[in-house]
C-alpha cells in the first residue's frame, strides 16, 4: 500500500536503532529509537538534522540521543517528532529493543544511564521527586525509565473504581459510594451510566464521577468517552459494582493479660457479629499484633499471643472474608505492654481557639481519663486526646491512667502537667493593583501584627518564607487564572493565623534577556536575569568565549552574579541559550550575547 524512508537526509549510515514500534487505533505509526552513539558494533548516524515538530518537547539534541516521532496513517504526514536526552556527557543509548508502546500510544523507554549523576548535574536527566531513584546511586550503567504520553491515539475509555479510597474495588456495602475515573483522561467529553439501563445519568468534561448506589444489586456501569476531532470520535469500557447489604457488625476486639502478668501472655476475644449468625469460616479474620511475628488467620478470636518486649504495638483485626460486603475493614488498638506503668504526656503549642493535641508519652496504660482544667467535661480515651480552649491562659492538664494488665499493685494513676495557651496573631495584607493587568508584577503589603514569622503562598506552588513584618513582596503569577494567595503568619510560641485572598490575573506569555549588566557591587545592575511572564519551565545557559558553560539557571527568579566556580569573571561578551515553556504549554528558545561590564 505504501512505503517510505525516513532519516537524516545527509547521514551516511542509518539514522536510528529502533527500539519500539506501534500502530495505534487510528492507524499512525511510532517509533522510538537512538541515534549518534558509538555502542560496541553498532553505530548510528548522527540526529542533527532529523526533522521535529512544532510542539517537540525537546527541541535540541547533542546529536547522540532518543528520537520519537509519529507517522500518520500510510505515512501521509508527520504528527509529531521530538527529541530525549541529556545535553552531552556520555552518549544516550540503550542496548536492545528495551522499550514497549502501550495501545495507548505511550512509550514505556528505558535508557543506558551511564555516568549521568557524575558530570555536571544540570546537564543531566535526574528523576523526578518521589520517584523510586532520583538518582543513579553508581559508577556503572543503570537503567533510566521514561514515561511518555502523546495522546495522538485517538480516543480510548478505561473506566476503573474506588470504593473509600481503594482502586480497583468494586464490591461494598449500601448504601455505597463508588467514584470513578477514566484511566486514559483523553476525551473531550464523558457519558457515564451508572445503573447499565444504557441511559446517560451524568456528562463530564472532566474524567471524573461520583455516584452513590442506595439499593442493593449489581450494576454495570458504562463509559463512553468522546471526542469528535478524533479519528474514533468516541469509544466505550464497562465495569460491573456489587452492592450487598451483608456487613459484618461490631467489627472490634478486647484484650487482657494472662497471669502470671510477667510472661506478657495477652488474650484477645473477637466481638464482630456475623450478619444472620452464620459462624465465620476458619479464615475470615486476620490478625497482626504489630510486634513482625506472622499474621495468624481465625474465625474469631486467636490464640493467646506473647509479646516479646515491653513496648506499644498497634494490633489490627482485619476481616478477610469476600463473603461480606465490608471485606478489608478493620480495627486497631494500641497495646501498651508493661510489666509496670508511668503515666506522661506531651502537648503540641496551645493557640487559642485551636485544637490542642495531647500525645501520651508514658509506658503501659490502658484507659485514659483527660481533664483539660478549664471546667470542660471529662474525656476517655484510648490514649492520645485533643481539646480547644475558648480563653488564653496557664491551665493545668491532668490525666488519669488505668492499666489492669501492668503487674503494678496500683492499677490507676494520675499525672499533671501546667499548659500555657496563648493568643492567636493577626494575619493581613493588602496587595496593587486591584484591578488585573496585563503581565503585571503584584505588590504585596504584610499588615499583620503578633507575628515573628511569615509565608507567602501565592497559590502556584510557589511559597516565600520571611521573619521580616516589613518586607514588601513582589510577584508575576505565571498564568491567566484566579489564584488563592495565602499570608501564614507566625508568633514567637508558634501559634499560627491565616488570611487568603483570591487574585485574578491577566497573562500574554512572552520573554527576554537584557544585553549588559554591572556585578560591582553597588547593589545596581548586580545581577542578570532572564525577563519575562508565563515562564513555567526554563533552561539557561551562559558559555564563555572558550565555549565552557559559566551558570545554568532554570528559574526566571534566579541570576547570574558573573561569576563562575565562585571567582568573578572577567568584562568580555559571554553566549547564552535559553529554552522556555509557557503557561499555554507553547515552547520557544532563544540566543544571544551578554557584556558583562566591571
Known amino acids: 500500500i505504501f512505503f517510505t524512508n525516513f532519516g537524516s537526509p545527509t547521514a551516511s549510515k542509518p539514522s536510528l536503532s529502533i527500539t519500539a514500534f506501534l500502530v495505534d487505533r487510528c492507524q499512525n505509526m511510532y517509533v522510538s529509537g537512538w541515534g549518534g552513539a558509538v555502542v560496541g558494533e553498532f553505530s548510528p548516524g548522527s540526529l542533527d538534522r532529523m526533522v521535529l515538530s512544532r510542539d517537540a518537547y525537546q527541541p535540541n539534541a547533542d546529536g547522540a540521543d532518543f528520537y520519537f516521532f ?31 508502546f502501550d495501545p495507548n500510544g505511550t512509550i514505556y523507554q528505558t535508557i543506558c544511564s551511564c555516568r549521568r549523576d557524575f558530570e555536571e548535574p544540570r546537564r543531566s536527566i535526574l528523576g523526578l521527586p518521589g520517584s523510586f531513584a532520583e538518582r543513579r546511586g553508581s559508577t556503572g550503567c543503570n537503567l533510566l525509565a521514561v514515561k511518555f504520553a502523546f495522546y495522538s491515539a485517538g480516543v480510548a475509555a478505561g473506566i476503573q473504581s474506588s470504593i473509600n479510597g481503594k482502586k480497583r474495588d468494586s464490591v461494598g456495602c449500601v448504601p455505597l459510594i463508588v467514584d470513578f475515573i477514566d484511566t486514559v483522561a483523553a476525551a473531550k467529553t464523558y457519558y457515564w451510566d451508572f445503573n447499565g439501563d444504557g441511559i446517560t445519568d451524568t456528562t463530564t468534561t472532566t474524567a471524573k464521577a461520583s455516584v452513590t448506589y442506595k439499593a442493593v444489586g449489581i450494576y454495570r456501569v458504562r463509559l463512553i468517552a ?68 506472622p499474621v495468624v488467620n481465625s474465625n474469631g478470636s486467636p490464640p493467646n499471643h506473647k509479646f516479646p518486649a515491653d513496648g506499644s504495638y498497634i494490633v489490627r483485626l482485619t476481616l478477610k472474608d469476600p463473603t461480606y460486603c465490608n471485606e478489608d475493614d478493620y480495627i486497631e488498638k494500641t497495646v501498651r505492654v508493661s510489666n509496670s506503668f508511668v503515666p506522661n504526656f506531651t502537648a503540641d503549642t496551645a493557640c487559642l481557639g485551636s485544637p490542642t493535641h495531647f500525645t501520651y508519652t508514658g509506658t503501659g496504660g490502658a484507659q485514659f481519663v483527660w481533664d483539660f482544667g478549664d471546667g470542660s467535661p471529662l474525656v476517655t480515651t484510648g490514649g ?24 503494678d499493685v496500683i492499677k490507676t494513676k ?59 513582596i513582589k510577584y508575576a503569577f505565571p498564568a491567566t487564572a484566579t489564584y488563592d494567595v495565602c499570608l501564614y503568619t507566625t508568633n514567637s510560641v508558634g501559634c499560627v493565623s491565616k488570611y487568603c485572598e ?97
Open 502 to 598: 483570591p487574585i485574578s490575573t491577566e497573562v500574554n506569555p512572552l520573554f527576554d534577556v537584557p544585553n549588559a549588566f554591572t556585578p560591582n557591587g553597588d547593589g545596581i545592575n548586580d545581577k542578570i536575569y532572564v525577563r519575562g511572564f508565563g515562564i513555567i519551565k526554563m533552561t539557561w545557559r551562559i558559555y564563555n568565549r572558550w565555549g565552557t558553560v559559566v551558570y545554568v539557571s532554570n528559574s526566571p527568579l534566579e541570576g547570574w552574579d558573573g561569576k563562575y566556580n565562585g571567582k568573578l569573571q572577567p568584562q568580555e561578551v559571554y553566549h547564552y541559550t535559553i529554552e522556555v515553556e509557557f503557561s499555554d504549554k507553547i515552547k520557544a528558545s532563544k540566543k544571544g550575547d551578554i557584556t558583562l561590564l566591571r
Open 384 to 407: 492520645d486526646a485533643t481539646h480547644t480552649y475558648l480563653n488564653a491562659a496557664t491551665y493545668t492538664v491532668t490525666v488519669l491512667v488505668t492499666d489492669n494488665n501492668t503487674c
Open 70 to 100: 509519529i507517522l500518520s496513517k500510510n505515512a501521509d504526514s508527520l504528527i509529531y517528532a521530538t527529541f530525549y536526552g541529556q545535553t552531552g556527557g556520555f552518549p544516550d543509548h540503550v542496548d536492545g529493543g528495551t522499550s514497549r
Open 414 to 472: 494520675p499525672f499533671t502537667k501546667d499548659i500555657l495557651v496563648s493568643v492567636l496573631p493577626t494575619a493581613l495584607f493588602d496587595y496593587s493593583p486591584r484591578i488585573a493587568q496585563v503581565n503585571q508584577i503584584y505588590t504585596f503589603t504584610n499588615l499583620s501584627s503578633g507575628g515573628a514569622r511569615y509565608q507567602w503562598d501565592f497559590g502556584d506552588s510557589k511559597v516565600i518564607s520571611t521573619n521580616k513584618r516589613d518586607t514588601t
Open 226 to 293: 468522546e471526542d469528535l476531532n478524533s479519528c474514533n470520535e468516541r469509544d466505550t469500557s464497562y465495569i460491573n459494582i456489587s452492592v450487598k447489604s451483608n456487613a459484618v457488625t461490631n467489627l472490634n476486639f478486647n484484650y487482657a493479660v494472662v497471669q502470671p502478668c510477667i510472661d506478657r501472655i495477652y488474650q484477645f476475644t473477637n466481638l464482630a457479629v456475623p450478619p444472620g449468625g452464620i459462624p465465620f469460616n476458619a479464615n475470615s479474620f486476620q490478625w497482626d499484633f504489630g510486634d513482625g511475628t
